[in-house]
């Protein structure tokens, strides 16, 4: 958080427009102040302003993996914003992502994946669980 900022902030990356919503109302009453954006293009623009607290981060937007790929770019460019991926892959295709395997964080940029539908709580829970720990080491080949 900078020094002018009273609130963390989060950026918030969904191409469902429902989902974007209902999540920037309930974060906001939570106290975070809330960047969104509806792609992959829009958020690395933003990006480009701004440097958010955390991101969170649809895996499946304008391209399949738009969310492992803004994902990846925010950890080269700045490997201390920690990252949720939110996805509803599993429910849609019965693929498996988690980050306890050696080999799904050896390629997936992010701190933390839930499962969609989400409950708000487990959002804020992760949300202020990795606001809190220290920032991501840049040296696990990112």
């Avoid at 304008?62 to 939110?86: E, M, N, W």
């Avoid at 487990?122 to 202020?128: G, P």
């Amino acid at each position: 958080m900078t020094e002018k900022q009273t609130k963390p902030s989060v950026l918030l990356v969904d191409d469902d427009t429902d989902f974007l919503f209902q999540q920037q109302v309930q974060l906001e009453a939570a106290g975070y102040e809330v960047i969104t954006a509806a792609n992959e293009h829009h958020a690395r623009k933003l990006l480009e302003q701004r440097r958010p607290d955390l991101a969170v981060l649809d895996v499946m937007m304008d391209q399949p993996d738009a969310g492992f790929t803004l994902s990846y770019h925010i950890r080269k460019t700045d490997p201390s914003i920690p990252i949720i991926l939110v996805t509803a892959i599993t429910r849609e295709t019965g693929m498996e992502f988690d980050l306890t395997g050696a080999s799904d964080r050896a390629w997936i940029r992010a701190d933390a994946i839930l499962a969609k539908p989400i409950r708000f709580e487990q959002l804020k829970r992760e949300i202020d669980r990795l606001l809190a720990s220290p920032a991501p080491a840049t040296g696990s080949g990112q």
